[in-house]
């Protein structure tokens, strides 16, 4: 499995996004600036956040981004599942590709399995807000 830098991003925005959380919008050059990530690529990491309802945007004077709801409900897995689509360890698991035919007789899915629910419960097991606050399995790692 490999993050994607939308991925990456993605949380560093909802990071920027938990830890100005006061009720008012944050524009995206202001989150850019701050997370040194070019204001055009938020665009477009904005507009997956809002389309999933994981952020509200605003156009215009006094717009900006924020959270729909409380850091502490957006987990890790939930925002990578968004936007890399799957974290399946190996490409048979990845729900893009019919069923194997070798997976009967297959000695290696088990263990593809058992990564694979590992990892989902690791980061189902961060939150947003446990990053925000330097807390939890997530340390104080730069994504």
């Known amino acids: 499995m490999l993050v994607s830098t ?7 925005v909802m990071i920027d996004l938990a830890e100005h959380n006061n009720g008012t919008f ?7 600036s701050r997370q040194e990530i070019s204001e055009k ?7 997956i956040l809002v389309k999933a309802g994981y952020v509200e945007g605003v156009r215009g004077k006094g717009g900006g981004y924020r959270l729909t709801r409380a850091p502490e409900l957006y987990t ?6 968004l936007t890399e689509g799957t974290l399946a360890p190996v490409a048979c698991m990845d729900g893009r590709q019919k069923d194997c035919a070798r ?16 990892i989902d419960d690791f980061f189902e097991g961060i939150t947003i807000d ?14």
């Open 6 to 12: 939308r991925g990456r991003y993605a949380l560093r």
């Open 26 to 32: 944050i524009t995206l050059r202001d989150i850019a």
């Open 41 to 47: 690529y938020l665009e477009s990491i904005a507009a």
């Open 76 to 81: 890790v897995g939930s925002v990578l599942k």
């Open 103 to 118: 997976s009967e007789n297959c000695r290696t899915l088990p263990m593809w399995e058992k990564l694979g629910q590992t």
């Open 130 to 143: 446990d990053l925000a606050k330097g807390n939890g399995d997530g340390g104080n790692f730069v994504i």
